[in-house]
């Protein structure tokens, strides 16, 4: 996705072991007409597949998210990173995510409310690089005993595994900025496979 493209090359910062900052425009401060194309890229990807729930998690991925499940007329649920008061111990799925970018681990929870055996998931996410996030995502969609249509990814560090392991578990990712290198400060996108 060209737009995207641009606003990384004009607006990202890239810092020491593979960081890239996109806060001025996608996690921070939002540029709403690039997440509204984003969504509707990603609506025209997934749109035969009969969704009925978009999935993420809190806190970036929300904004892209709530558009898509917008276009898609359907709920979109947010993974919580910590359990409120008003739920208690069996009423919700939990599941583990490790995140390279701040070294820790969270423990990720969807209410059992909102995802069942009926709901055909979309996964939505700001970045994939070592595929983490997806995978805690997907197994509470598998505790669920939902099914997952594939999973739609804003910046992938295509240097990095994560796509490599989502394809290896049959997961569909469709990304739409696929960088394949940001050594010496600079990004380089995945050209051969510009396809959206």
Known sequence: MKLLEQ??????KVYSNNVLKVDSFINHQIDPKLMLEMAKTFYEQF?????????TIEASGIAPAILVANL??????????SVPSTLTRDSFYEAQVYSYTKNVTNNIIVSKDFLNKEDKVLIIDDFLANGQAVLGLSDLIDKAGASLAGVGILIEKSFQDGRKILEEKNIRVCSLCRIASLEDGKVKFNKADDEL
Do not use: S, W
Not at 7 to 12: I, T, Y
Not at 47 to 55: E, F, S
Not at 76 to 81: G, P, Q
């Open 47 to 55: 749109k035969n597949d009969n969704i009925t729930k978009i999935l």
């Open 72 to 81: 898609f007329n359907v709920p979109m649920v947010f993974a919580k990173k």
């Open 7 to 12: 606003m990384v090359v004009n607006d990202g």
